[in-house]
């Protein structure tokens, strides 16, 4: 499955969520360990809940960017 994961800068870390799996966070010094945390945070909360009947729900958010003038 492909997630689509939100990765913001925090004063003094990155956070990042998944829009699709409420609840699923990380949080990390430097945007690749925040990569790598949230990844893990995804399969974990994946098989709890697969572990608890629960229905893993389908990606179904979208990224992208939009251009603006500033």
């Known amino acids: 499955m492909r997630y689509a994961v939100v990765i913001e800068k925090a004063p003094s ?6 829009p699709d799996l409420p609840g699923c966070v990380a949080t ?3 945007i690749k360990q ?15 809940l697969r572990e608890d009947g629960i229905q893993v ?9 939009v251009e ?3």
């Open 57 to 65: 729900p389908d990606p179904t958010s979208q990224v992208d960017y």
């Open 34 to 48: 925040t990569e790598r945390l949230i990844r893990e945070a995804i399969e974990l909360h994946v098989h709890g």
């Open 28 to 30: 990390g010094k430097t």
């Open 13 to 18: 870390n990155y956070s990042a969520y998944v």
């Open 68 to 70: 603006v003038a500033a």
